[in-house]
Every structure is written in structure tokens, then in C-alpha cells.
């Protein structure tokens, strides 16, 4: 038996946060009517030139120096040509040759330990048109195909890595890890839904056997709609080739770039047709459109606008707050605002362990429950902040913060005002002290279990602290309870 390895590598397309196209002044807001968003610009009428759209430009360059890129000081236009019938000027503009940015990286990890730490190679990243949207009769494939061109001509962001992921866990780190950050430093919305992120995976398997190595055609992997297809479709499309090559051994160079897509239905990969090499797209510059030229200052302004980006925000979370892996990573894949809320509420706690465990445990539940987000949750961050701080200090006992964040989240009112709501007031130390020698002394037979080794006998006593006094913290007592006995 051979052995081999899994070689994957991601062409991301990313829509930019743009509110007009990349050449034309059309609207790019998601969900109008088919072709009510077109111009003769986008839709290539004669005589019609394209203008470019500075912004595309700026959020794209900011990608590029989040990505670790290489920014060229000159990048140009070409006309990538095929026909389709959603790409109604038979071309697409593009960059070939002189991208807008290239060799760059982007760190991936995961907090189970499943892979180690690797940095991801980029490249390219590099600007292009998109296409109209061809919609099919999917189901009986009896009615007409119709075009929507409302897509064209809308800013894309093609992120190119290098073949450095070795499994579909890996790949789906890198496409969260990717996602992450561009919402992060806020260039594109990422909704995979609304075509606004898509993924394509090229993968192919480097053997050996017999000392000689060897690799299988490669295979580009189409129509996946979520970052679990993607994992699927790679860890299919590896076992699937692998079969092939036991049957055919044919190796790279055999056969053309073959496209397949994905059936998340059924869960296999189908062959669509060959892949075009860059020569069957006869590029070539394009003549109405110039050259853009990068200057210093604009590549210092697009890094000092980024913003702490997630990789450094989750290192100060497990350095400077003490959290582990998991807790960070949860924490900052809410997102920015998120992250935000909580070192405002970690500023009035003094507990970031604290904090984080209302967060993860409660906020984000009652946020995914009211499907909500943090902007509106009735707590504010200074009221949780405040909140953590009450049960920190033992003025808000243990066993009544549930309540009392109940009472918070419903009426919008502070923590004190909830405790005084519910009648909730911290206990003197001597008052429960006094408390639990009346319980020893009405319990002999707990106190014998207790110093025969029984220490859980304990337990029954805090059940009746609790009815005496509902402000009574069962920590507590059970902790007097324990060091009454030792002196008994």
C-alpha cells in the first residue's frame, strides 16, 4: 500500500464592502429584482468605459497588508476572455500578471491540538469583476435558465493561497481564520449566503511507493456552500483520488485540470468539465482603463487603519487575561463589537475570567436565542462589568447570580437594583457564623458523620442555611460549618 498526502490550496473570493460596483456607479445591495441594479457600463454596451472605484481599491489594499502581502507599486488591468452567458462583455476584468499584492501569509492554529500552528502561504490577492448569476431549474431541469445580471461588475477580491493545507480540517482553520479577520478590519460582510464569500479547493495527493514520489492529477472543487462542505468535500475528493490512482495510476500531466462540484446531498464530488489554462484566456492589459500606482504613504495608512487584528487580540487574552485557548478563541470569533463589550465590562470587573465565563456562558446564549446581537442586549458591558465585580467581592453571593442577571436582562436595571429587587443583601460573617453553630448544634448526628470522614454530610446543613436565610452563600457555609467541627 502507498502512502500519501492530502494537498490542498484555496482560491477565495471576497466581496468588498462597497455600496456601487467596481467600474460603474450600480448599486451592490444584495436582494433587488433581477437586472434592476445594471448599467451600460456593467453590462458592456458600446462605447461605454469603466471607471474605477477608489474604494474597492483602498479596502482591497487593506486586505492585502492584513495578509502580510507584498504591495507592488504598479498593478494594471487585463481582460480575462470567455464566453458565458452571465458575462455579457464576453470578458472579464481582471489582474494577471501584476497583481495588486502577493507573497504574503496568514497564521492558522487550532485550541484542540488537532494540527499544530502553521502560517498558510498566499500568493496572490488580487481585484477582479464578478459575473452575472445564471439561475436553473435545479429540480425538474424542464423550465428556462434565466440571467440575473445585478452581480456584474461588483468588486471581488480573489485571495489565492499557496498548496500548504494537508486536510480539510486544515483548510476550514484557514477559512475561519480568513473570514475572521475580514470582518475584523471590516472590508467585506463575508455571508456565504448571499454570495458574498466563495471558495474554491484545488487538491491533488503527492505519493510514494517504491521510493519513487508521485502526484495525481489535480482536481478544482466547485459549489460548496458552507465551510463544512468544503472540509467534506476535500476529505471526499482525497479518498476518491486516491481510488482512481490505485485503478489507473495516472499522474500528474496525464490529463487536463479537471472541475468537479459538490453534491452536499449526496456527499461526493461530480465531474463538471476540463479547466482552462491562463493561455485559453488570452489575456491581455486593458486598454481603457490605467495603471494604479501605490505610494508609501497609502500602504502606511491602509496598516495603521487595520486595527488589533484576532491572532493578537486572542495571544493578549491567554497572556495578559490568563484565559485558555478555547475561551479566547470563542471570545474573539463573536466578532469586534463582541470583543469590545467585554474588555469595557473586564475594565470594571477586575476579573477577565469572570467576565468571560457570563459571556460565553449566558450572553452569547441569550444573544442566539433572541437571534440578537450585542448592540442590543439589555446589560450593558458597565453593568455586567459591575455585576462580576458584586459576586467577586461576596456581596453578591454565589448561589443568587443567576437570578439576579435574570432580573438585569429582563428589566435592564444594575445589579444593585437587582439584588434589591429580590431582597438579596450580603450576610455578615458573624451573623453566619452564629447561623451555622445553631444548625451544629440542632444536628449532633452530621457532626459525628463529619469527623468519622463523612465530610459530604455537610451538605444536608446548607439546605437548611438556605431556608433560614436565602442570602446565606452554601460556599461559605459549608466552609464555617467544616471549621466549627475541626474545633469541636
Partial sequence: MASYTTIIGLEVHV??????????????????????????????????????????????LKTAVALNCTIPPLTKWDRKQYYYPDLPKGYQISQYDMPMSEHGYLEISDSKDRFQTKQIRILRAHLEEDAGKSVHDEVAGKADS???????????????????????????????????????????????????LRVDANVNLHLEKGGEKIATPIVEIKNMNSFRAVERAIEYEAGRQYGVWQETGAKLGDSPKQTRGWDDAAGVTRGQRSKE?????????????????????????????????????????????????????VLVNQGRTLMDYYHEAVKVAGDAKGVCNW?????????????????????????????????????????????????????????????????????????????????????PRIVEDVKGGKQQAVGALIGQAKKQNPNADPSKVRQICLELIAKM
Avoid at 500548504?164 to 483548510?171: C, F, Q
Avoid at 487603519?305 to 487575561?321: D, M
Fill in 277 to 329: 489554462e491562463s493561455s485559453d484566456y488570452r489575456y491581455f492589459p486593458d486598454p481603457d482603463l490605467v495603471p494604479v500606482m501605490f505610494s508609501d504613504e497609502q500602504v502606511s495608512s491602509a496598516k495603521a487603519s487595520l486595527g488589533e487584528l484576532p491572532s493578537t487580540i486572542r495571544a493578549g487574552l491567554q497572556s495578559e487575561h490568563g484565559l485558555s485557548a478555547y475561551d479566547a478563541e
Fill in 146 to 196: 434565466v440571467i440575473d445580471l445585478n452581480r456584474t461588475g461588483t468588486p471581488l477580491l480573489e485571495i489565492v493561497s499557496e498548496p500548504d493545507m494537508r486536510s480539510g480540517l486544515e483548510a476550514r482553520a484557514y477559512l475561519d481564520e480568513l473570514k475572521l479577520l475580514l470582518t475584523y478590519i471590516g472590508v467585506s460582510d463575508c455571508n456565504m449566503q448571499e454570495g458574498s
Fill in 359 to 443: 459571556v460565553t456562558q449566558d450572553v452569547l446564549r441569550v444573544l442566539k436565542e433572541s437571534e440578537s446581537g450585542i448592540e442590543t442586549f439589555s446589560i450593558s458591558a458597565v453593568a455586567l462589568g459591575d455585576f462580576v465585580a458584586k459576586q467577586k467581592s461576596g456581596e453578591l453571593p454565589t448561589a443568587r447570580g443567576r437570578d439576579v442577571f435574570d432580573a438585569m436582562l429582563e428589566n435592564g436595571i444594575s445589579a444593585a437594583d437587582a439584588m434589591q429587587s429580590l431582597g438579596i443583601e450580603e450576610v455578615d460573617d458573624s451573623e453566619l457564623e452564629s447561623l451555622c453553630q445553631t444548625l451544629l448544634d440542632a444536628n
Fill in 15 to 60: 466581496q468588498l464592502a462597497t455600496k456601487s460596483k467596481l467600474f460603474c456607479r450600480c448599486s451592490t445591495q444584495f436582494g433587488a429584482e433581477p437586472n434592476t441594479q445594471t448599467c451600460p457600463v456593467c453590462i458592456g454596451m458600446p462605447g461605454s468605459l469603466p471607471v474605477m472605484n477608489t474604494e474597492a481599491l483602498n479596502l482591497s
